[in-house]
């Protein structure tokens, strides 16, 4: 589990692809750290498993599923990605609830830059539509966002939803090199998705119950 709170930005050192995955190594000082063999680490967003690591790098395998669902198969040796080691329980939760579990990617529409931010909209798939809202929280390649504005309920029109990222975000993370056209990971929130798999499976029985041999609930 993660926070969406981005702590370095790696660089790809090679991405080497087989019939149907690929072994990713990364440049990330911090992140490997304290790491061992099994960890896992955020990059842009994808929880992926470290197997082999040096003072300065690791590796990680990406099945199959996980290069379709992501960016990850399309980055090439010296391509930044932002970093996040798994949360420690205790820790403070700056972000919000993030799995590195990506629901699909999004395109970049338009870079607004303000005086002292910049405005960010971003296609949204259609089956995605309903877990954005405003005001709520959204995982932008890894990193933890607040949804500053969304599309309106419109039948048959595009899809889009808005991030007003400060200065720190722009200059700490790899969304301040987005342009018109570039691909994201998202990942929606998790509390959201759970809520539309309840509602499509309609509202479930409760269990009865468990009664103790004396008679009181249990």
Known sequence: MFTGIIEELGEIVALEHTADAAVITVRAPLAVSDARHGDSIAVSGVC???????????R??????????????????GSRVNLERAARVGDRLGGHIVQG???GTAEVLSVTPGE??????????????????????????????TV??????????????????????????????????????LETDVLARHVQR?????????????????????
């Open 48 to 58: 992926l498993t470290v197997i082999d690591q040096t003072p300065e790098t690791f």
């Open 60 to 77: 990680a395998d990406v099945m199959a599923q996980t290069l379709r669902m992501s960016t990850l198969g399309e980055l090439a040796p």
């Open 101 to 103: 579990h990506v629901d």
């Open 116 to 145: 002292s931010w910049s405005v960010l909209r971003f296609s949204l798939p259609d089956e995605l539509a309903a877990l954005v809202v405003d005001k709520g929280s959204i995982s932008v390649s890894g990193v933890s966002l």
């Open 148 to 185: 500053s504005d969304v599309s309106p309920a419109e039948a048959g029109a595009p899809y889009w939803f808005e991030v007003s990222l400060i200065p720190e975000t722009l200059a700490a993370t790899t969304l301040g090199t987005l342009a018109p056209g570039d691909r994201v990971n």
């Open 198 to 218: 309840l509602v499509a499976l309609g509202s479930p029985t409760a269990p009865e119950s468990s009664v103790g041999t004396d008679g009181s609930p249990s």
